[in-house]
């Protein structure tokens, strides 16, 4: 029998402040964390003014998981 080979894809980690994601071709920067409410800024990786945006943790996590986002600094 042949060894089915899988592949897991690490569990994202949880939200935390200074995080800078990778999502569908632009970052997602966290800036503040709360009890239910994630401040941060999504834009593209060369724009100059990004508007800050709040909304809920599970939307967020929802959003990076759907958009399979990396982790790349924090």
Same mark, same amino acid.
Request: no cysteine; proline share 11%.
């Given at each position: 029998m042949e &060894? +089915? &080979?899988t592949t897991r894809r690490i569990p994202l980690q949880p939200l935390a402040a200074g995080q800078l994601w990778? /999502?569908?071709g632009m970052h997602l920067r966290v800036a !503040? /964390?709360?009890?239910?409410? /994630?401040?941060? &800024?999504?834009? &593209?990786?060369?724009a /100059? !003014? +990004?508007?800050? !945006? +709040?909304s809920g943790k599970a939307s967020i996590n929802k959003y990076l998981k759907k958009n399979k986002a990396v982790l790349i600094e924090g």
């Open positions: &060894k +089915i &080979k990778h /999502v569908a !503040r /964390v709360g009890p239910l409410l /994630v401040d941060y &800024k999504l834009a &593209k990786p060369d /100059v !003014r +990004i508007p800050s !945006r +709040i």
